[in-house]
């Protein structure tokens, strides 16, 4: 059965660095673009990076730019999310998710179509 | 980064059909995905691609797409339907984007 698996959340300090892991399973992890995304608490989903399957692109949203950095380890089946310079508004529930694109005549299509349970990030002194 | 709105909250009487929308520059370009996300759980893929479903959701389910606005359609709404629906899709950016949700009722 396919899972993804996150960890790494915890309670921080403002400034301080977070480093968030995902555990793949029940696929070949390699095959695989994937996405981070974040939800404050009460909020909407935010998706916050993206990196493909070689680690050949990454793209992160403008509210993360610079201060997180996200990587894989094909060989371990894992992705990563280096969060650093915390701020409170980093505050969220951070979920992995697989990446899958397609296509239909001329219109392309991406999705998420499995997410892991997410690890819960709580910045506050 | 451009931006999908959905309407903040529907409701539907048991039973009946709800229609959510999505409205954004890139769904000219991409078609949308639909998740479902019941309190406290992760995001559940329930539409891709032009009107697609994973295996295990509900026919009742399905998608579909006109200039810029993508619509998820329930058709028959059950009980177990409540919760918040979020559109997504690519930009021309290659950035990532989602809605900001529609928390739907079911009466």
């Known amino acids: 059965e396919v899972h993804l698996v996150e960890s790494g959340g915890g309670l921080e300090q403002p400034g301080g660095s977070l480093r968030l892991s995902c555990a793949a399973t029940?696929?070949?992890?390699?095959?695989?673009?994937m996405n981070w995304v974040r939800q404050a608490p009460g909020k909407g989903l935010e998706w916050v990076s993206y990196?493909?399957?070689?680690?050949?692109?990454?793209y992160y949203a403008d509210s993360v730019k610079g201060r997180f950095t996200i990587s894989r380890d094909n060989a371990k089946n894992s992705l990563y999310l280096q969060i650093n310079s915390l701020r409170a508004d980093d505050t969220a529930v951070y979920f992995c998710?697989?990446?899958?694109?397609?296509?239909?005549?001329?219109?392309?299509?991406?999705?998420?179509?499995?997410w892991g349970k997410g690890t819960t990030v709580t910045v506050s002194s | 980064s451009s931006e999908l709105t959905q309407d903040p909250a529907v409701s539907v009487a048991l039973g009946q059909t709800v229609r959510i929308t999505c409205q954004g520059d890139?769904?000219?370009?991409?078609?949308a995905s639909w998740y479902q996300q019941k309190s406290g759980q992760a995001p559940v893929l329930v539409i891709y691609?032009?009107?697609d479903r994973p295996s295990g959701i509900p026919d009742r389910f399905s998608g579909s797409s006109s200039g810029n606005t993508a619509s998820l359609t329930i058709t028959g709404a059950q009980a177990e339907d409540e919760a918040d629906y979020y559109c997504?899709?690519?930009?021309?950016?290659?950035?990532?984007?989602f809605g900001g949700g529609t928390k739907l009722t079911v009466l």
């Open positions: 998710a697989r990446a899958v694109a397609g296509s239909y005549r001329s219109y392309y299509y991406y999705y998420m179509d499995v």
């Open positions: 029940g696929f070949t992890f390699s095959n695989y673009n």
């Open positions: 990196i493909t399957s070689d680690s050949g692109a990454i």
């Open positions: 890139s769904l000219r370009n991409y078609y």
């Open positions: 691609g032009k009107n």
């Open positions: 997504s899709s690519r930009d021309i950016s290659d950035d990532w984007v």
